[in-house]
């Protein structure tokens, strides 16, 4: 079975530093690997993904994330946040093949001004 | 517009009232999903539909009934609901990866 950890619950951090979310997996075979960012009241949109290929994905605002198989971990950084980071984020893995999709219990990141 | 849309956005219903949330993916995908979202809970999966037949029910109380016309239209009837079924409830589609979310809908159950 696929389970994803998200260690952080909350991750303050001030307007323009880096930062970065951390992100577990566990799975017996090969996956897929994804962030999501959910504003508050709307659903959540996607961030990145990693399929196959490159092990350093970028994405839509600035965000990038490296797959580390050895490590089972797919990490979420950005060099320079801004306010309107603030945001849950969630990471979530599936499998190749079907649809099953795992979820993290997300990570509240607050951008102090 | 993330190609996915639910209807109500917002739903306030008694524990004997009977609704149901609508979802209608534009983007070609064949399969749907309910998830339900509560606070400092993570993201549960309800059901998946894909081409139109339930492959996924995830141990989900009876007073949930989805149904699923077509593979662009999905919806999830709702009966003698409990407080604890209050929840944001959200829509997703695929086709193969990534999952597609709308923006939920706010059930509160009084």
């Known amino acids: 079975a696929q389970s994803v950890t998200q260690l952080d619950s909350q991750v303050p951090v001030f307007e323009e530093a880096p930062v970065e979310l951390r992100c577990n997996y566990s799975?017996?075979?090969?996956?897929?690997l994804f962030w999501y960012v959910q504003y508050p009241n709307q659903g959540l949109q996607l961030l990145l993904k990693?399929?196959?290929?490159?092990?350093l994905v970028k994405g839509i605002n600035g965000f990038e994330a490296e797959f580390n198989k050895s490590q089972t971990s797919f990490h979420l950084r950005k060099p320079s946040v801004h306010i309107s980071d603030t945001a849950e984020y969630f990471c979530?893995?599936?499998?190749?093949?079907?649809?099953?999709?795992?979820f993290g219990t997300g990570t509240s990141l607050t951008v102090i001004p | 517009e993330t190609g996915v849309t639910q209807t109500p956005r917002h739903l306030v219903m008694g524990m004997t009232n009977k609704k149901s949330l609508k979802c209608e993916q534009h983007?070609?995908?064949?399969?749907m999903y309910w998830y339900k979202q509560s606070a400092k809970k993570p993201l549960e999966l309800m059901f998946v539909?894909?081409?139109?037949?339930?492959?996924e029910n995830n141990s989900v109380p009876s007073r949930f009934s989805p149904e699923c016309p077509n593979s662009s239209h999905l919806f999830l009837h709702l009966h003698t609901l409990q407080p604890e079924d209050s929840a944001l409830y959200l829509c997703?589609?695929?086709?193969?990866?990534?999952?597609?979310f709308g923006n939920g809908t706010r059930l509160t159950v009084t």
């Open positions: 997703a589609s695929s086709h193969g990866s990534p999952l597609h």
């Open positions: 799975s017996s075979v090969s996956v897929y």
């Open positions: 990693y399929l196959s290929g490159s092990t």
């Open positions: 979530a893995v599936s499998k190749e093949i079907g649809n099953q999709f795992y």
């Open positions: 983007l070609g995908h064949n399969a």
């Open positions: 539909y894909n081409f139109k037949e339930q492959t």
